[in-house]
């Protein structure tokens, strides 16, 4: 088996792949060779080909497995540092093909990602690149650890945790809620995925369900600004961000934002924020531009170009953001007219009153003041109420006074 894994290296490790034994990763060919002699279920190399980006090969026994490995791993992976793991079944470098003849079956590929994705300078790339390595290797080695030990990779079956995270994912993109977490259920007793990926999946049911509190009051128990984090955690933060500082979707699109308030609940996620963003889709970009923006984060637009439309994005940057720009609706007077004679409503009424304008008492009074007996005694009977029909008699009696 040795000979075998030597022959398989020597080929990979050769052409156009950077990484060579006179390179500056040439200790990544030792922690190949001790991947691949371990002899698990899932092993994995890094590869770096010439024109590309470093790319983690993840290796799996059948094809099966690599199904669901790539589930686990696209739940694992910090995303803010490489692409979605993809199956490969076709060499794309000449390199590859000593993997194929080895794991015909395929094998699935991880990438950093590039630098013009990242848009940072060569220097701060090759520094990227270094710490997107190491990010990455880590959630590798902690995913496969966990999964080469469960009973799922040594016997799959029908509840596999790499099929219950795809039926999750697939029920998220639909947004059907129930699904989501009747598979969370399912997924969150198993021992065979981490408390974070588990997090990341309940971040995800708390953002369908709107729970805005909820998702803020998690990320603080969890400390997610001290660890990595996912996009699908993120995208959870920001909308819990951007909607507990405006009222609906509707006043997000008119920019009616409470500012100040967005900002200061920003600040204690600052060290998520200032993170370079990772998106599929528009509207989660919009959510991070509306915190960019209120955070004044450097070259946001330029970030943010071609993933927004020009014309909001134009129109978001000159909102001001030192005001609370949210509209205020004014309350309507109390409508009697929908109310019955009981309890319930006697007691409303007469808590509705206590902040009413004062053309309202009178009619409030009177309203009061012609319920039943009986509802009437059973209401004074309770001492805060009867305290609220004293104080309602009173405002009453001096309004009326002031035109009599």
Not at 61 to 76: G, R, V
């Amino acid at each position: 088996m040795t000979g075998c894994i030597n022959s398989i290296l020597k080929i990979f490790y050769h052409g156009e792949n950077r990484i060579t034994p006179g390179s500056i990763w040439n200790s990544k060919i030792e922690e190949a060779r001790a991947n691949l002699q371990n002899l698990k279920k899932i092993q994995y190399v890094l590869g770096y080909p010439q024109g590309a980006e470093p790319t983690f090969y993840v290796l799996c026994e059948s094809e099966e497995i690599m199904e669901h490995t790539k589930d686990w791993l696209n739940c694992a992976l910090p995303r803010f540092y490489c692409k979605y793991a993809r199956p490969c079944k076709e060499a794309e470098f000449e390199f590859e093909t000593s993997l194929l003849e080895r794991w015909p079956h395929g094998f699935l590929k991880i990438t950093i990602w590039s630098q013009q994705r990242t848009e940072f300078d060569t220097d701060k790339y090759k520094k990227f690149i270094r710490y997107a390595v190491s990010e990455c290797q880590t959630a590798l080695d902690e995913m496969i650890l966990r999964s080469n030990d469960s009973p799922n990779i040594r016997k799959m079956s029908d509840k596999s945790i790499g099929i219950l995270i795809k039926a999750f994912m697939v029920a998220y993109r639909e947004d059907d809620l129930e699904r989501m977490v009747r598979h969370y259920d399912e997924i969150v007793i198993r021992d065979d995925i981490e408390r974070r990926n588990k997090d990341t999946l309940k971040f995800m049911c708390l953002e369908k369900e709107q729970n805005w509190k909820a998702i803020i009051r998690l990320a603080h128990e969890r400390n997610v600004s001290a660890q990595v984090v996912s996009s699908a955690v993120m995208v959870a933060i920001l909308n819990a961000l951007v909607f507990t500082s405006c009222k609906n979707g509707e006043a997000l699109h008119a920019f009616e934002i409470d500012w100040p308030k967005l900002n200061e609940s920003a600040q204690e996620f600052y060290p998520v924020l200032v993170k370079s963003p990772v998106f599929e889709i528009e509207s989660e970009w919009r959510l991070w531009a509306i915190i960019a923006h209120v955070m004044n984060i450097e070259s946001m637009g330029e970030i943010a170009f071609g993933h927004i439309e020009q014309a909001w994005l134009d129109k978001l940057m000159g909102q001001d953001t030192s005001i609370n720009a949210e509209k205020l609706v004014l309350d309507d007077r109390l409508d009697l007219s929908k109310f019955n004679y009981d309890e319930s409503s006697i007691a409303h009424v007469l808590n509705y009153a206590q902040t009413c304008h004062e053309s309202e008492v009178i009619d409030l009074y009177e309203w009061v003041e012609g319920a039943p007996l009986k509802i009437k005694m059973c209401i004074k009977s309770q001492p805060s109420f009867y305290r609220f029909w004293q104080q309602l008699e009173v405002s009453a009696t001096n309004y009326f006074q002031k035109f009599h």
